[in-house]
Nanobody
Framework: EVQLQASGGGLVQAGGSLRLSCVAS????????IGWFRQAPGKEREGVSC????????YYVNSVKGRFTISSDNAKNTVYLQMNSLKPEDTGIYYC??????????????????WGQGTQVTVSS
């Protein structure tokens, strides 16, 4: 059974930091890419960052470049999203998702095969 478990969200003041974790199981980690998405109330789900597990390529949307860092621990089947200099507009539910590696770097939610349950991130001003 494929499972993605996201955790690490919370309430933080603007300028603060959080580290999200996504633990994956039930599929061959190296054959996939893991993406982080977020969804704010009343808005569509948007891609934030992605990492392809086999080659380690990393992708970021412009709004988080220089503030967020995606990384992985392949031995633990875990992907992290370090979020620094958080802004109120970063608020939302953050989801991790898995897609076959050839689609790594895509921010189209529909192409992703598996999704975690989401973790809430709230940044106060």
């Amino acid at each position: 059974e494929v499972q993605l478990q996201a955790s690490g969200g919370g309430l933080v003041q603007a300028g603060g930091s959080l580290r999200l974790s996504c633990v994956a199981s039930g599929f061959t980690f190296d054959d996939y890419a893991i993406g982080w998405f977020r969804q704010a109330p009343g808005k569509e789900r948007e891609g934030v960052s992605c990492i392809t597990m086999g080659d380690g390529n990393r992708y970021y949307v412009n709004s988080v470049k220089g503030r967020f860092t995606i990384s992985s621990d392949n031995a633990k089947n875990t992907v992290y999203l370090q979020m620094n200099s958080l802004k109120p507009e970063d608020t939302g539910i953050y989801y991790c998702a898995a897609v076959e590696a050839e689609y790594g770097g895509s921010y189209t939610p529909e192409v992703y095969d598996y999704w975690g349950q989401g973790t809430q991130v709230t940044v106060s001003s």
